[in-house]
């Protein structure tokens, strides 16, 4: 992992979950979307990989009351602290490699395996998508939740392009999935958000997106008064937020 994205996510990690979350209903929806996708039950084995502060994790804890606790993964430890310490969470300190490696072992098989918006950040995903595969129970299966290349965020021209080089194509990690012998899907899912203007300016100003991370704070600037004219009549902002959810199964047999 490059110490750029270490840093990136040191620095935004105590307003993570304000900036993040949108609303607490974004977070509802969204996690009920992981769960229907994955069919997830309480007698499931569940890792989030790259969990960050667990903001997702939480919901997911409480949806599906699962037996043991989720396994909380990520390899920042200014993000993993901020997981709630209850018994249905489980920290462990390691990045997706690190797992598939076998660095780090899970506690035992995996029935699910969530990285929502994690994988991006991985360097050799099909090796990494390999190893995180062979942790899986003969039922189990992973979920990629990603964004697309192309996004409806309200950001300035330069976040897109450079988002757009940065993004992994969706096709191509689902072409990973099968590549690394599951069974794989892809299916997109739509969030309608609505934000005020004034929050989504602290939120680009904080650099609540790992790609505002790649600019100066002059180019940031510039962009934020780009972004200001541009909807200078929207004191809300309204933008859907499509999501890839890529799907992989341990095949039958
Ligand atoms: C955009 S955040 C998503 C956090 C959480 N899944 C959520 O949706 O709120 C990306 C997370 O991936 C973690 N991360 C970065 N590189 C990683 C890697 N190689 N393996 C696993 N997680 C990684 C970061 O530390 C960060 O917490």
Redesign the pocket.
């Known amino acids: ?1 490059s110490d750029l ?1 270490v840093e990136h ?1 040191e620095r935004v990690a105590p307003d993570y979950d304000e900036h ?1 979350s949108y609303d607490p209903d974004y977070v509802r929806r969204f996690t009920q979307a992981i769960v229907d996708s994955l069919r997830l039950t309480r007698s499931d084995a569940i890792a ?6 667990g ?2 994790t939480r919901r997911l804890a409480a949806e599906v009351e699962p037996e043991r606790p989720i396994l909380c ?4 430890p200014a ?1 993993l602290e901020r997981v709630p310490s209850t018994k249905s969470l489980q920290p462990l300190a390691a ?3 690190d797992l598939a490696s076998g660095r780090v072992a899970p506690p035992g098989r995996l029935d699910a395996i969530v990285l ?3 994988f991006h ?2 360097a050799e995903r099909e090796e990494t998508l390999e190893g995180l595969a062979g942790l899986l129970s003969r039922h189990g299966r992973i979920l990629i939740v990603m964004l697309p290349r192309t996004i409806h965020h309200p950001l300035f021209r330069e976040a897109h392009e450079r988002f757009g080089e940065l993004q992994p194509e969706p096709a191509k990690i689902v072409d990973m999935v099968s590549a690394v012998g599951l069974r794989a899907a892809v299916s997109y899912r739509t969030f309608h958000t609505a934000i005020d203007r004034e929050r989504y300016v602290r939120m680009l100003e904080s650099r609540y997106m ?1 790609v505002l991370g790649e600019f100066s704070d002059d180019e940031l600037r510039a962009g934020i008064e780009q972004f200001r004219h541009a909807y200078r009549n929207d004191p809300v902002l309204r933008f859907d937020d499509h999501f890839a959810f890529i799907k992989g199964w341990v095949k039958p047999g």
């Open positions: 992992m994205t996510y993040w989030d990989v790259g969990c960050g502060t903001l997702y993964v990520d390899p920042v993000m990045s997706a490699e929502k918006e994690s950040h991985v790992s």
